[in-house]
């Protein structure tokens, strides 16, 4: 069964650090999106892009976050100078279509990096 | 803003039944959903209900739907030790985007 991959399942970072979190979407999804959990905390979406482009941020996604679709496999969030409340697990996810009108919106999620910046 | 809450823990004997329940603001949300994570994976949607419906089953398990309350449950009928998992609750709050609850982890004894 096709699935979401995500590499590093950990990294480790010092603060001011730039780090780039990779994803493999599932191969025939269009739809990818960036989601983020800090520790005991609610799951919160980052961003969703689209045909090489930015859908949807939220307020999290501020200049110091960026995606990129830089081959037609790899979906990467870059942080670029880290600060210690970006420790937290980020979830990749993709699907094949989008939009509150679909019959359903299912994205399918990676298992996640864990983020710890020192 | 859009907001999903849901108690953190619940705790049952393998054979009972789970209910979880999960509360959320955005009442113009189209579809609801339930996503399950084991330990070490991804959050796997698990089932979801359209907002016209008042409940939905699928095998052993069931959501309840209630729309003026805004409340969403999930009934796991039968309980087994496999389903021991955080489940989250989360709904469509804009074009592609989900908001979800912090999870309830499911805990199933022996």
């Known amino acids: 069964e096709p699935e979401v991959t995500q590499t590093p399942s950990h990294q480790v970072t010092q603060m001011g650090q730039e780090v780039i979190l990779r994803c493999v979407p599932i191969s025939n999804h269009l739809y990818f999106y960036w989601y983020r959990q800090i520790l005991g905390q609610k799951v919160e979406f980052l961003v969703s892009?689209?045909?090489?482009?930015?859908?949807?941020k939220s307020e999290i996604f501020d200049d110091q976050f960026s995606v990129e679709r830089p081959d037609g496999s790899n979906f990467t969030l870059k942080i670029r100078s880290t600060k210690l409340e970006d420790s937290a697990m980020y979830f990749c996810?993709?699907?094949?279509?989008?939009?509150?009108?679909?019959?359903?919106?299912?994205?399918?999620f990676g298992p996640g990096t864990r983020l710890t910046v020192l | 803003g859009e907001d999903v809450e849901q108690s953190l823990f619940l705790s049952v004997r393998e054979g009972d039944s789970s209910v979880i329940n999960c509360t959320y603001t955005?009442?113009?949300?189209?579809?609801l959903y339930w996503y399950k994570q084991e330990p070490g994976a991804g959050l796997q949607l698990l089932t979801y209900i359209f907002s016209n419906m008042d409940m939905k089953q699928d095998q052993r398990l069931t959501v309840l739907l209630n729309k003026k309350d805004k409340h969403l449950s999930l009934r796991i009928a039968d309980t087994q030790t496999g389903d021991s998992a955080i489940y989250f609750c989360?709904?469509?709050?804009?074009?592609?985007?989900?908001?979800f609850g912090k999870g309830t982890m499911l805990l199933v004894s022996p």
């Open positions: 892009f689209y045909n090489n482009e930015i859908s949807e």
């Open positions: 955005d009442s113009s949300s189209t579809y």
């Open positions: 989360a709904e469509n709050s804009g074009y592609s985007t989900l908001t």
């Open positions: 996810a993709s699907s094949e279509r989008a939009g509150p009108l679909t019959p359903i919106n299912e994205q399918f």
